[in-house]
């Protein structure tokens, strides 16, 4: 087995990997006590039998410059493999400002070819390259040195066995033609939006029911403090301070130190210095906020009214179609989906792209009263009315 530790080892690999047709590549990573991923292995492998042709590649070693890497995941020749890629991709985003392109997902594409959702990369391995996973480096602390054989070994299976399961994908596309399908699901992955958060829109990803102005003015410069607070600490930001704490704040508004003192929710080390100051300075410039900018939420959906009759046709429809095309039902619409087009939502994903060829322009069709559901044995049929 194969282990680079050197700029120049990793410029030899990726200088072969340029003459061939895809390369697939998987990380070991830890996030528990840092903001950004901290990266502690690479695993890549090119199509071949030899030795060299699967290799691990220690990101943590002193000097090693993951240039050529970055360099390869630019080369639009070669298509790099992955599975369930947004975490790999946001790694190599934050680190080396790079998404490898082209790139192929695993993952989706097996989503589309009939797999289910979400589809796990053990099942692929069982289903596909016909092998089963050692699963008993899973939990690996994958930043502490030196690594044992065994966890070597698993941690290049996650790329050997991906050469298998991503020519078989390949082909299957191909044959039903579906290549557009996967193109269209991997236009978030590959958007480097995806993959930034922007301190002053953290606020939108804290639960709350709460519709006041003034209280969610406080929950957003809260959330923007410690969102800027922790990505430029480098630190997770329960670290800072957890949501029920943040909603605790927005809620009492506390003015001196004296009051962050009395949180029954805010962490010891949150009541004192620059966290403790960050807290006072947000919840006064949330005071400041005029009418005009205060957040509101997004309820436009929390009053729609839901044809109950024609979401359940709905529903019978999508699983036809589900069946027709061998697709998973979830990964053409969602049940919110479904009562959002019943109730006359038609701003939805499903009526675009590869979706609504499949479902969604029948699904207005049905709304429209222009088909209807026969059963024949087994099978939903569309009919024309």
Same mark, same amino acid.
């Given at each position: 087995?194969?282990?680079?530790?050197?700029?120049?080892?990793?410029?030899?690999?990726?200088?072969?990997?340029?003459?061939?047709?895809?390369?697939?590549?998987?990380? *070991?990573?830890?996030? !528990?006590?840092?903001?950004?991923?901290?990266?502690? %292995?690479?695993?890549?492998?090119?199509?071949?039998?030899?030795?060299?042709?699967?290799?691990?590649?220690?990101?943590?070693?002193?000097?090693?410059?993951?240039?050529?890497?970055?360099?390869?995941?630019?080369? !639009?020749?070669?298509?790099?493999?992955?599975?369930?890629?947004?975490?790999?991709?946001?790694? #190599?985003?934050?680190?080396? @400002?790079?998404?490898?392109?082209?790139?192929?997902?695993?993952?989706?594409?097996?989503?589309?070819?009939? #797999?289910?959702? /979400?589809?796990?990369?053990?099942?692929?391995?069982?289903?596909?390259?016909?092998?089963?996973?050692?699963?008993?480096?899973?939990?690996?602390?994958?930043?502490? $040195?030196? =690594?044992?054989?065994?966890?070597?070994?698993?941690? %290049?299976?996650?790329?050997?066995?991906?050469?298998?399961?991503?020519?078989?994908?390949?082909?299957?596309?191909?044959?039903? @033609?579906?290549?557009?399908?996967?193109? +269209?699901?991997?236009?978030? =992955?590959?958007?480097?939006?995806?993959?930034?958060?922007?301190?002053? +829109?953290?606020? /939108?990803?804290?639960?709350?029911?709460?519709?006041?102005?003034?209280?969610?003015?406080?929950?957003? +410069?809260?959330?923007?403090?410690? *969102?800027?607070?922790?990505?430029? $600490?480098?630190?997770?930001?329960?670290?800072?301070?957890?949501?029920?704490?943040?909603?605790?704040?927005?809620?009492?508004?506390?003015?001196?130190?004296?009051?962050?003192?009395?949180?029954?929710?805010?962490?010891?080390?949150?009541?004192?210095?620059? &966290?403790?100051?960050?807290?006072?300075?947000?919840?006064?410039?949330?005071?400041?906020?005029?009418?005009?900018?205060?957040?509101?939420?997004?309820?436009?959906?929390?009053?729609?009214?839901?044809?109950?009759? %024609?979401?359940?046709? %709905?529903?019978?429809?999508?699983?036809?179609?589900?069946?027709?095309?061998?697709?998973?039902?979830?990964? &053409?619409?969602?049940?919110?989906? =479904?009562?959002?087009?019943?109730?006359?939502?038609?701003?939805?994903?499903?009526?675009?792209?590869?979706?609504? !060829?499949?479902?969604?322009?029948?699904?207005?069709?049905?709304?429209? @009263?222009?088909?209807?559901?026969?059963?024949?044995? /087994?099978?939903?049929?569309?009919?024309?009315?």
């Amino acid at each position: 087995m194969i282990t680079i530790t050197t700029t120049e080892g990793l410029q030899a690999f990726c200088d072969r990997a340029k003459d061939r047709p895809y390369v697939t590549v998987d990380t *070991e990573f830890l996030r !528990e006590r840092t903001y950004y991923s901290k990266l502690c %292995l690479v695993q890549l492998a090119l199509p071949g039998e030899a030795e060299e042709d699967a290799v691990l590649l220690d990101p943590l070693v002193k000097g090693l410059d993951l240039a050529p890497l970055y360099a390869l995941f630019r080369n !639009e020749n070669v298509v790099k493999v992955f599975h369930a890629a947004r975490q790999d991709l946001e790694i #190599f985003f934050i680190q080396g @400002g790079v998404i490898p392109k082209p790139l192929f997902d695993t993952q989706v594409a097996a989503m589309v070819c009939g #797999f289910g959702e /979400q589809v796990g990369y053990e099942t692929l391995v069982r289903k596909i390259a016909k092998q089963s996973l050692d699963k008993t480096s899973r939990f690996t602390d994958w930043s502490r $040195r030196p =690594l044992t054989p065994a966890q070597e070994n698993y941690a %290049l299976a996650d790329v050997t066995h991906l050469r298998v399961i991503y020519e078989y994908l390949a082909k299957e596309i191909a044959r039903q @033609g579906r290549e557009k399908w996967v193109a +269209e699901e991997l236009e978030v =992955l590959t958007t480097p939006a995806t993959y930034v958060i922007a301190p002053d +829109e953290a606020w /939108q990803r804290v639960k709350t029911r709460t519709s006041s102005g003034k209280f969610l003015a406080a929950v957003k +410069e809260l959330a923007a403090f410690r *969102e800027f607070y922790a990505q430029s $600490r480098d630190i997770p930001r329960n670290r800072v301070f957890k949501d029920d704490a943040l909603l605790e704040l927005a809620s009492t508004k506390p003015k001196t130190p004296q009051d962050l003192s009395r949180s029954r929710l805010l962490l010891r080390e949150a009541r004192k210095g620059e &966290i403790a100051d960050g807290i006072l300075q947000a919840i006064e410039k949330a005071s400041n906020y005029t009418a005009a900018e205060m957040p509101k939420l997004d309820q436009s959906r929390d009053k729609i009214q839901v044809n109950p009759a %024609l979401a359940d046709m %709905l529903r019978v429809l999508l699983k036809a179609k589900s069946d027709r095309f061998d697709v998973a039902a979830k990964m &053409i619409a969602s049940a919110a989906d =479904l009562d959002l087009i019943a109730a006359g939502e038609r701003d939805l994903p499903v009526f675009r792209g590869w979706r609504a !060829e499949v479902f969604g322009d029948d699904a207005l069709r049905l709304c429209k @009263g222009e088909i209807g559901l026969a059963v024949k044995g /087994q099978r939903v049929d569309v009919i024309a009315l």
